[in-house]
């Protein structure tokens, strides 16, 4: 099993910044693509970025230009720079794992427990 690990959330004022965390852990082989989605009270969980084992990334659409994905394969873990922060931004961001490979399961999806982020003046 995968076990993702969150950090890095709290509370900023617009215009300011965060970085999120995600730390993947277990017998890991690979996992084909690690990313972010957020989540608010009355609305689906919506994709904010994502970034595959190779590179490509994609960005939810109002968070092009703000937000930064990276990841480091070697450590399973991946990164969300967050910069000019709006009140908008403001959700429970959620950590996946896609496309995940371990000793026992060849390909699966894993979610973190989700961490708050809170943007107000």
């Known amino acids: 099993q995968v076990q993702l690990v969150e950090s890095g959330g709290g509370l900023v004022q617009p215009g300011e910044s965060l970085r999120l965390s995600c730390a993947a852990s277990?017998?890991?082989?690979?996992?084909?693509?690690m990313g972010w989605y957020r989540q608010v009270p009355g609305k689906q969980r919506e994709l904010v970025a994502t970034?595959?084992?190779?590179?490509?990334?994609n960005y939810e659409d109002s968070v092009k230009g703000r937000f930064t994905i990276s990841r480091d394969n070697a450590k399973n873990t991946v990164y969300l720079q967050m910069s000019s922060l709006k009140t908008e931004d403001t959700a429970v961001y959620y950590c996946?794992?896609?496309?995940?490979?371990?000793?026992?399961?060849?390909?699966?999806?894993?979610w973190g427990q989700g961490i708050q982020v809170t943007v107000s003046s």
């Open positions: 277990g017998s890991i082989i690979y996992i084909s693509a």
């Open positions: 996946n794992a896609a496309g995940a490979a371990t000793m026992s399961q060849p390909r699966g999806d894993y």
């Open positions: 970034q595959t084992i190779l590179g490509h990334t």
